[in-house]
T-cell receptor
């Protein structure tokens, strides 16, 4: 069975601090995709990144970086020098090849305090 | 460019009343369509998905149903709402090819059942 676990329900940091959001996934498939989405207070989910199971290279996009480690089944998301605008709920999701389903974690609420 | 719209944005309904949420995608054809529900404090739960007109896959047996009367229209319905149906409903779509692309989400519909 596929499963995504985001153990951190809520995280609070002070502006300019770095913060890492954890994501652990479970799947028996060898081909799969992992995603991160941001849900600001408006409610609409915004796509941040997609990573396939054959590409373990870490990725950096501005203040955002992602660490994909198949050995620990983790796909963690780090925000460097956090800003108040980063306050949102962040979801990790899993999609396995051959299906149409996207399995989401329960989300991590990030609060960045000024 | 492609856009997705949901309506109504907010809905307050009494227990036992019917429900109809609509979702329309523009700027693409034959998309995969999805309905998710986000209950308070919980993650995104996949309710239904559709890979073509008239094709509906149900993930959660309950009093909700979905229909896809047109290629780019996805409707979520209920004949009699329950209190537990309250939540934030999100429609999403992606391209058909391989089903591994990112999901694009609508603005969401917030349903409160009293």
């Amino acid at each position: 069975a596929q499963k995504v676990t985001q153990a951190q329900t809520e995280i609070s940091v002070v502006e300019k601090e770095d913060v890492t959001l954890d994501c652990v996934y479970e799947t028996r498939d060898t081909t799969y995709y992992l995603f991160w989405y941001k849900q600001p207070p408006s409610g609409e989910l915004v796509f941040l990144i997609r990573r396939n199971s054959f590409d373990e290279q870490n990725e950096i996009s501005g203040r955002y970086s992602w660490n994909f480690q198949k050995s620990t089944s983790s796909f963690n998301f780090t925000i460097t020098a956090s800003q108040v605008v980063d306050s949102a709920v962040y979801f990790c999701a899993l999609h396995t090849s051959g299906t149409y389903k996207y399995i989401f974690g329960t989300g991590t609420r990030l609060k960045v305090l000024a | 460019s492609q856009t997705i719209h949901q309506w109504p944005a907010t809905l307050v309904q009494p227990v036992g009343s019917p429900l109809s949420l609509e979702c329309t995608v523009e700027g693409t054809s034959n998309p995969n369509l999805y309905w998710y529900r986000q209950a308070a404090g919980r993650g995104l739960q996949l309710l239904f998905y559709s890979v073509g007109i008239g094709q509906i896959s149900s993930e959660v047996p309950q009093n909700l149903s979905a229909s896809r009367p047109q290629d780019r229209q996805f409707i979520l319905s209920s004949k009699k709402l329950l209190l537990s149906d309250s939540g934030f409903y999100l429609c999403a779509w992606n391209f058909v090819s391989g089903g591994a692309g990112e999901l694009f989400f609508g603005e969401g519909s917030r349903l409160t059942v009293l």
